[in-house]
């Protein structure tokens, strides 16, 4: 079993910074971290993919600004985004994958002013 928590989202205007974080209450170590977001009205959406060993993958929209990264000792994976827009304004999940199961946290909102 494996509970995550997300925080570090926010309001932010269009050109700017957020990092989320996501902390695992069991150890995230052999799971595949990944990012998704869902925005008003919209299905969610993949954005963003760290494997246990290190091998990140980025949807096409957030390649180049978005950077996930993660620390298995402090059982936290984060995701580093820059030169955010009003497109990228949605609830943002953490999702872990292991030994055949999905887990989810209970999202953080993210806010892009124009």
């Known amino acids: 079993q494996v509970q995550l928590v997300e925080s570090g989202g926010g309001l932010v205007q269009a050109g700017g910074s957020l990092r989320l974080a996501c902390v695992g209450s069991?150890?995230?170590?052999?799971?595949?971290m990944g990012w998704y977001r869902q925005a008003p009205g919209k299905q969610r959406e993949w954005v963003s993919l760290?494997?246990?060993?290190?091998?990140?993958s980025y949807a096409d929209f957030v390649k180049g600004r978005f950077t996930i990264s993660r620390d298995n000792a402090k059982n936290t994976v984060r995701l580093q985004m820059n030169s955010l827009t009003p497109d990228d304004t949605a609830v943002y999940y953490c999702?872990?994958?292991?030994?055949?199961?999905?887990?989810w946290g209970q999202g953080t909102q993210v806010t892009v002013s124009s």
């Open positions: 999702n872990a994958k292991k030994y055949g199961m999905d887990y």
């Open positions: 069991g150890n995230i170590g052999s799971a595949a």
């Open positions: 760290i494997s246990t060993y290190g091998t990140t």
